[in-house]
């Protein structure tokens, strides 16, 4: 009697492999969708203490395309294994792009002791985290539903 715990085919096998492979991609991007996030948000949290402490200085904000994230969406352009439409990745850049801007006016206002137009900046800031984080969840439901679809696809060959 044949364990029916086996799969019927190499070809199968080799299905389970593949999939086993992509739910390691999307896992590896939750992470590294969140990590990128937190990062921001953690300058953010830099910005707050610096309205006290005055340790930031314009250097601080790096350019967009050269911070984790936006090297992430540069990348995402390009290659883009789990097929998220072009409008994801331009509000994602949009929101991130921003993200920099208000960051590096912030700084600005605090170097010039502007401190309540620094504030105003900072409630920006948080504001458009907080859209950027939501897009950024965005894209890991579209790659969650990826996986998914292949998953239930591959089960049927089962």
Not at 36 to 56: G, K, P, V, Y
Not at 81 to 109: D, M, R, W
Request: proline residues 2%; glycine residues 4%; neutral net charge.
């Amino acid at each position: 009697m044949k364990n029916p715990h086996t799969f019927k085919s190499d070809t199968s096998q080799n299905d389970f492999a593949i999939l086993s492979k992509d739910m390691d991609g999307l896992r590896q991007l939750h992470q590294d969708i969140q990590r990128m996030h937190f990062e921001h948000q953690t300058f953010q949290t830099r910005l707050c203490n610096a309205f006290r402490h005055s340790e930031l200085d314009s250097s601080s904000v790096i350019d967009t395309k050269s911070c984790k994230l936006g090297i992430w969406i540069q990348q995402a352009k390009q290659a883009n294994p789990y097929h998220f439409s072009p409008i994801h990745i331009y509000e994602i850049e949009h929101f991130h792009n921003q993200l920099h801007v208000i960051g590096q006016k912030c700084i600005t206002a605090l170097q010039t002791d502007d401190v309540s137009l620094a504030k105003e900046y900072q409630q920006e800031m948080t504001l458009i985290s907080t859209s950027l984080g939501e897009k950024l969840n965005t894209l890991i439901k579209i790659a969650e539903a990826e996986l998914a679809a292949k998953f239930n696809q591959g089960l049927r060959k089962f």
